[in-house]
């Protein structure tokens, strides 16, 4: 007889009996992406809808799914079921072909797979601010969506990304074409600017933090500031006064009591402590893959502009200037089997993760896990989807690694453990901290 899906995940949970079944649920979701049904998407109406807000986190281009899956949700919070799940939230990565499908069944939203109903769903409550608008037309929605099932503030103030071509741009990123594909769509800032204005970025973080109060039963806890890289200019700017004007409006609007994080490219020691005197509170300077040979063919404009050498050691020297669980870079689990530059056995795929991972902590870095999105308008388009173990161990490995060197959480992504945690693009906070080994 023929495997099915609900076979593979309870092989798992045999298989790792340790790691709580919201964990193995959870990667393969993000692996496999979801389907909606028609009655799903209608249901979804009026939700936090998916903002494209840096890349499409899809499985496959809006002309390929009909354009009313523009109603998708940004994510979900899945419960209950056979398998008794405690809350999982998750992000919506859109699939034609995930066995995954959100449907309603009994009147009730649920993710069914091989016909079977294996989670009950709650959509994400829109708060009233995504309804506001500037009178230029731009949505406040669009200016700084909620993410992380609504727990942070995701401000792209820059759209695109200036490693441009195949000698510069990551070879996963589809942030360039994303932007193309949500003008076209209608899901992209209204101006022709590839930049946000300052003092809309810091009235929409004023109206969230300090008026907005439908937010359900997650609130936003910080704040992320983000965008392309910046290797020339921007409205006349370099790189670090165009990211920081954004910075200094939204701390005099709204103080310190919330976090600010800002991803830009990996920097000096000098330049760090102007971040930390400009306000910022965390970085991430985002490594995405930990293999040297692998981030110079996958990140080539990284490896250009700073070098994996200089990268590793920036991002170590900021937790002397920001301190542990501030400096919170993102490694793309799957990224180093990508081919056919990458890895082909998984035991040694993980192995260098594991070292990445032991060498980094060790140093107080909290890396954040992101699993690597199969993008199809990225140089990786067509690469096989990776076993569902790969990502289970992975998780493992990060928490056994986390709580050996007792470090903090990086900040503003929420709690640890299964029924807990909000962060949506990986598995690792929805870990059991109590069952990880030191």
């Known amino acids: 007889m023929k495997s099915t899906t609900i076979d593979e995940i309870e092989s798992y ?6 790691v709580p079944k919201e964990v193995i649920l959870k990667e393969d979701l993000l692996r496999m992406g979801l389907r909606f049904s028609k009655a799903a998407l209608e249901a979804a109406e009026g939700c936090r809808y998916k903002s494209y807000r840096l890349f499409t986190y899809d499985k496959v281009r809006h002309e390929d799914t009909g354009l009313e899956i523009l109603k998708a949700p940004e994510d979900l919070q899945l419960r209950g079921g056979p398998y008794n799940l405690r809350r999982i939230i998750v992000s919506v990565r859109l699939s034609n072909e995930s066995p995954y499908l959100v449907d309603i069944v009994d009147n009730k939203p649920k993710v069914v797979v091989d016909n079977e109903p294996i989670a009950e769903v709650k959509y994400p409550i829109k708060p009233d601010y995504y309804s506001k608008a500037f009178n230029n ?27 441009w071509g195949d000698k510069e741009e990551c070879k996963f990123c589809d942030i360039n074409k994303n ?10 800032y209204v101006e022709s600017k590839t930049y946000k204005n300052v003092e809309q970025v810091a009235e929409v973080a004023a109206e969230i933090f300090l008026r907005e109060k439908n937010f359900g039963d997650i609130r936003p806890i910080g704040y992320t500031i983000s965008g392309g890289a910046i290797t020339g200019s921007v409205a006349g700017m370099n790189e670090d006064d165009f990211y920081l004007q954004y910075v200094t409006a939204v701390k005099d609007k709204i103080g310190d009591r919330w976090p600010c994080a800002l991803q ?21 300077a985002n490594i995405e893959v930990w293999d040297k040979n692998l981030f110079k063919v996958i990140c080539p404009g990284k490896e250009k502009y700073v070098g994996w050498d200089e990268w590793i050691k920036r991002v170590i020297d900021s937790v002397d200037i920001f301190g542990e669980g501030n400096v919170c870079p993102n490694l793309l689990p799957g990224l180093e089997m990508a081919q056919p530059y990458g890895f082909k056995d998984i035991n040694a795929a993980i192995k260098s993760m594991e070292g990445g991972l032991e060498y980094l902590m060790a140093r107080g870095v909290t890396v954040r896990l992101n699993q690597w999105n199969i993008s199809p308008f990225s140089a990786l388009a067509g690469n096989p989807l990776l076993p569902l173990e790969y990502f289970i161990r992975l998780d493992q ?18 709690q640890i453990g299964p029924g807990a945690a909000s962060w949506f693009n990986s598995a690792m906070l929805d870990m059991d901290p109590g069952s990880c080994t030191n």
Do not use: H
Not at 13 to 18: G, L, M, N, S
Not at 179 to 188: C, H, L, S
Not at 264 to 284: H, I, L, Q
């Open 179 to 188: 932007v193309r594909q949500a003008r076209r769509y209608g899901k992209a």
């Open 137 to 163: 037309g731009t949505m406040y929605s669009e200016v700084g969506p909620l993410t992380t099932g609504g727990q942070k503030v995701f401000f792209t103030v820059y759209r695109v990304c200036q490693f």
């Open 397 to 414: 490995a990060w928490c056994d690694i986390w709580t050996k060197y007792n470090l903090p959480l990086p900040r503003a992504l929420g």
């Open 264 to 284: 830009t490219v990996a920097k000096d020691k000098e330049t760090y402590k102007r971040y930390k005197a400009a306000g910022v509170d965390c970085v991430d």
């Open 13 to 18: 949970f045999v298989k790792f009996p340790a």
